[in-house]
Nanobody
Framework: QVQVVESGGGLVQAGGSLRLSCAAS????????MGWYRQAPGKQRELVAA???????IYVDSVKGRFTISRDNAENTVYLQMNSLKPEDTAVYYC?????????????WGQGTQVTVSS
């Protein structure tokens, strides 16, 4: 079994910063992609950013230049540094981790962490 635990959400004023962390533990041989998704009330969950095992990254257009995703492979941890936050960034942020164990690939989700940006 794999546990995925997020931390770092909270309430911040527009223009402020937050750093989200997500740590995976348990039955892990290797982690492939790690990503952050978000879901605002009444909206579908969307991919915010992802980082692959080789270090390449992708971002949704609305966060480019403001958010930075990074990972610590030794600690099976992924981070999301969020700067210049806007009210429209308000959402529950979820971590997603693609884990390889015994030759099988499976995706795991964290429980979500609330990010609220006030205007």
């Amino acid at each position: 079994q794999v546990q995925v635990v997020e931390s770092g959400g909270g309430l911040v004023q527009a223009g402020g910063s937050l750093r989200l962390s997500c740590a995976a533990s348990g039955s892990i041989s290797r982690i492939n992609a790690m990503g952050w998704y978000r879901q605002a009330p009444g909206k579908q969950r969307e991919l915010v950013a992802a980082i692959f095992s080789g270090g390449s990254t992708i971002y949704v257009d609305s966060v480019k230049g403001r958010f930075t995703i990074s990972r610590d492979n030794a600690e099976n941890t992924v981070y999301l540094q969020m700067n210049s936050l806007k009210p429209e960034d308000t959402a529950v942020y979820y971590c997603n981790v693609d884990v390889i164990f015994l030759g099988l690939l499976r995706a795991y989700w964290g429980q979500g962490t609330q990010v609220t940006v006030s205007s």
